[in-house]
């Protein structure tokens, strides 16, 4: 017989990798507790001297287990009881136990689906559930409570909080990390004091300044507030609720100073409202009742655009169901709707009734319908499934960019222009066959107005940003080989082709025409690369995102354009 812990018996090769990792961690857990019996005459350091503390327990801390798919589910469970099988270990899991339910019922479907058979006779005692296998790893289960008020009122605070930024010196001025050089020094050797220049200032980095979409007043701080529960009641429910509210106002842009002010659609003071809050109690219901939703958002446009419209409260007391002797009937959903909808139902209009009554002594809601439908869009856009139901509604046209102009006409993409205006030696479009026609795999056919590749209330801020940083140069080239008085392509010009050219992933050669041609938008975007204009930008980006922004997600990706030139010229 081998003797019991021999490294080299041929017993152990038999062994599994579990049962070796469990041995490993019961002889760690042995010499922990050796270490911790043994007197302390001597406390133990590190190779630099410090002391090193005693170890009583590895806590183990696991968490967003229930994004992962079922079989990686069913691994940690395991790994976890392996774990919990030593006195050493202690495990602390984080996870929606619906998720590790339902993982447990699709791993072990044949298992389940045999002792649900089993449990179905008379004498149940022998049926085995998933529920059934957590109580055999988990010792203590622990249900947090929802977020009541004041947690919430305080986490809205903590996100919507401004940022304090740190002073930046002025430029040309020491910031402190170094001693500010002598304007004067004198010779060791004959005393004459040598004059040394002082440091020449740099220009400064001209930012663009925004606005900051998380920078609320006190009037939406207070509206949000009543949106707490029993409306969001998780800290994932109010951080979505915020970053939603401030990618709505960076969306709207200069527009979200007109949604702050009263609003009256017929002039009259009476029925005036401020547009804001149609929005936040509309965000709100999409962040607390997902399913409803998709079907509450269209019925809002399609009540508001029927013939004398109601009002909002008429509104939600036509989206109650009532029990009738065929049913549960509503006037709004009709009279095809189970209990467990109405009751869904119900819920919802309740809940934003209340909150309208409450609402009413300092920030009533808009009155009017169309207050509110003109936010289901732009809201439910916000959402997975909502999104799908509100982009098929008709909807106003945004602003549209006056020079970036693109026409779709006879199934081909062409760029806007006078119609009068010849080209190709003054053949038709489609007769042409140059390199500029037949690029676009459209195959409708739209007249009318332009469609712009994006629109003028997001293109006007990017240019500005970014013609603060262009270097100043003469409209003509005076230096050129052979005299040519010809002026430069505007800045703005070959901006807005590489705008084009990120936006669609078309090629240089696609969008050249008569303002430009591909080799210049080239031949300039390499200018700009070597000049470090881009390099400028992603360092103004940096510095000012939080500011300009503000929002609480923590990746962001961006597109670099300088990467752009060591691919092949297309």
């Given at each position: ?5 021999r ?11 579990m ?5 490993d ?5 042995r010499?922990l ?8 005459c001597?406390?133990d ?9 005693r170890i ?16 990686r ?6 790994a ?25 019922t ?11 058979a ?8 022998w049926g085995?559930?998933?529920m059934?296998?957590?109580e055999k790893?988990f ?5 947090l ?7 919430y009122?305080?986490?809205?605070e ?13 430029v040309?001025?020491q ?12 010779s060791a ?7 040394r ?7 400064a980095v001209p930012v ?10 006190d ?5 949000i507030?009543?949106l707490?529960?029993?409306?969001v009641?998780t800290p ?5 609720l915020?970053?939603s509210?401030?990618?709505l106002?960076?969306?709207?842009g200069?527009q979200?100073?007109q949604?702050l002010q009263?609003?009256?659609p017929?002039?009259?003071?009476s029925?005036?409202y401020?547009?804001?809050r149609a929005?936040?109690?509309?965000l ?7 399913g409803l ?5 269209p ?8 013939p004398?419209s109601?009002?909002w409260p008429?509104f939600?007391?036509?989206t109650c169901?009532q029990?009738t002797?065929?049913g ?17 139902w119900?819920k919802l209009a309740?809940t ?7 609402a ?9 319908l169309s207050?509110w ?7 439910g856009?916000l959402?997975f499934e909502?999104?799908?139901s ?5 909807s106003t046209?945004l ?8 026409l ?12 009068t205006?010849p080209?190709?030696?003054g053949r038709s479009p489609q ?6 026609v ?7 056919v739209?007249?009318?107005a332009p469609v712009p ?5 997001l ?6 940003q970014?013609?603060a940083?262009l270097?100043?140069r003469?409209v003509?080239?005076?230096?050129h080989?052979l005299?040519c008085r ?7 010009v ?13 090629s240089?050669v ?5 303002t430009?041609?591909?080799t210049?938008?080239r031949?300039?975007?390499d200018?700009w690369?070597k000049?470090?204009i881009?390099?400028d930008?992603?360092?103004?980006a940096r510095e ?6 503000g929002?609480v997600?923590?990746d962001?990706?961006v ?12």
């Open positions: 017989m081998e003797r019991q812990g490294r080299d018996s041929p017993y152990r090769a038999q062994l599994g990798l049962t070796q990792i469990r041995e961690f019961e002889e760690m857990a010499l507790a050796a270490a911790a019996d043994r007197p302390p001597e406390p350091v590190d190779a630099v001297g410090d002391e090193l503390p009583d327990r590895i806590v183990v801390y696991i968490d967003d287990l229930d994004r992962c798919p079922p079989d589910v069913v691994q940690v469970l395991e976890i009881q392996l774990l919990l099988a030593v006195p050493l270990f202690v495990v602390i899991v984080a996870v929606d136990p619906r998720w590790l339910l339902r993982s447990l699709v791993h072990y479907q044949e298992l389940f689906e045999t002792a649900g089993a449990a179905a006779s008379p004498d149940d005692s085995s559930t998933p059934q296998c957590l790893i010792q203590i289960p622990f249900t409570p929802l977020v009541d008020q004041a947690g009122t305080a986490m809205v903590t996100l919507t909080a401004m940022v304090p930024r740190a002073s930046q010196p002025a040309g001025q910031s402190g990390r170094f001693p500010p050089p002598a304007a004067a020094a004198t050797v004959s005393g004459v004091p040598l004059a220049p002082g440091p020449r200032p740099l220009p663009v300044e925004r606005f900051d979409p998380l920078a609320l007043t009037d939406e701080r207070r509206l507030a009543l707490g529960p029993p409306l009641t994932r429910s109010v951080k979505r915020v970053n509210y401030g990618l106002n960076a969306l709207r200069s979200h100073e949604d009263a609003t009256s017929d002039g009259a003071d029925s005036s401020y547009p804001y929005a936040i109690v509309l709100g219901t999409l962040i607390a009742f997902p939703s998709s079907a509450f958002f019925r809002l446009v399609q009540a508001s655009s029927e004398g109601c009002s008429e939600l007391k036509r169901a029990r002797a065929d549960w009937t509503s006037e709004l959903l009709g009279t095809h709707i189970t209990e467990a909808e109405a009751l869904r119900d309740r934003l009734d209340k909150l309208t009554t409450e009413a002594a300092g920030l009533p809601p808009p009155e009017p207050a439908s003109q936010w289901a869009i732009p809201v856009r959402s909502t999104g799908r509100v982009i098929t509604l008709p046209t602003p549209l960019s006056g020079s970036f102009e693109i779709v006409v006879r199934g081909f993409c062409q760029p806007h222009r006078n119609p205006t080209r190709h030696g007769k042409s066959h140059g390199r500029n037949h690029r676009s795999s459209l195959r409708s739209i007249t009318g590749v994006i629109p003028s209330w293109l006007e801020p990017l240019w500005d970014f013609a940083l270097p100043g003469p003509y080239v005076p230096s080989s005299g010809r002026p430069r392509i505007a800045d703005r070959i901006f807005e082709k590489l705008i084009q050219v990120l936006r669609s992933g078309c240089c696609s969008i050249a025409g008569c430009c041609g591909a210049t938008i031949d300039r975007r200018e690369i000049a470090g881009f390099a930008l992603k360092t103004i000012s995102y939080d500011r300009i922004i929002l997600p923590q962001l990706a597109f670099d354009l300088s990467h752009r030139r060591h691919h092949h010229r297309p």
